[in-house]
């Protein structure tokens, strides 16, 4: 009796002080921070955000409980063109030499469906905090052959306005669009 209490003891002893925090960060090589507006109401002009760290901790296997972070450097705005990333990280813009990075944190996650979930959070742009919700979709975990971590899979897709961060308001819709799409593809690893 005396060692079951013991056994019992130093199973609880040891259960007490283990968290089950999974930290998980981007694998740079396979994650993307995409974006999409309309120019003058009849094209599609993207880029990416080519410098950026994103981590997400959770407890759960499915991640329904899931804290997102991310943090990009405006600076390194690519659309493929020289003279338009120039004035997008100017003052008109993203005013990248004032503010180097805009950052998103969850404030909550809500399932949405299976394996998806609606991902509310700050996301601070141009010295402007605003709250967003995005969709977020859960591609399953796998373990990477080259490198034997486990790696999870996530898409995030949504809508912000650019008006609500101050960006571009000498550029009215449908120069363009007001409504910014937003696409981010990640691989992280545990």
Do not use: C
């Amino acid at each position: 009796m005396k060692r079951v209490s013991l056994i019992l003891f130093a199973f609880l002893s040891l259960t007490a002080f283990t968290t089950l925090n999974s930290v998980w960060t981007n694998d740079d090589a396979h994650s993307q921070l995409g974006f999409t507006v309309k120019h003058l109401g009849i094209a599609d002009v993207s880029g990416t955000f080519d410098d950026f760290d994103a981590k997400i901790t959770a407890t759960k296997p499915d991640f329904s409980d899931a804290v997102v972070e991310l943090t990009a450097k405006t600076a390194s705005i690519n659309t493929r063109v020289a003279d338009r990333d120039n004035h997008l990280k100017s003052p008109d813009f993203f005013n990248a030499e004032k503010y180097p990075t805009m950052d998103f944190k969850s404030t909550s996650v809500k399932k949405a469906g299976k394996d998806s979930y609606k991902l509310t959070g700050n996301l601070t742009l141009n010295g402007v905090t605003k709250p967003v919700t995005l969709d977020m979709k859960y591609n399953g975990t796998v373990e990477n052959a080259m490198n034997k971590k486990q790696t999870a899979g996530f898409q995030v897709t949504g809508t912000i306005k650019r008006s609500d961060f101050n960006l571009g308001s000498e550029f009215p819709a449908p120069m363009i669009s007001d409504e910014v799409r937003i696409k981010a593809d990640g691989e992280f690893i545990q």
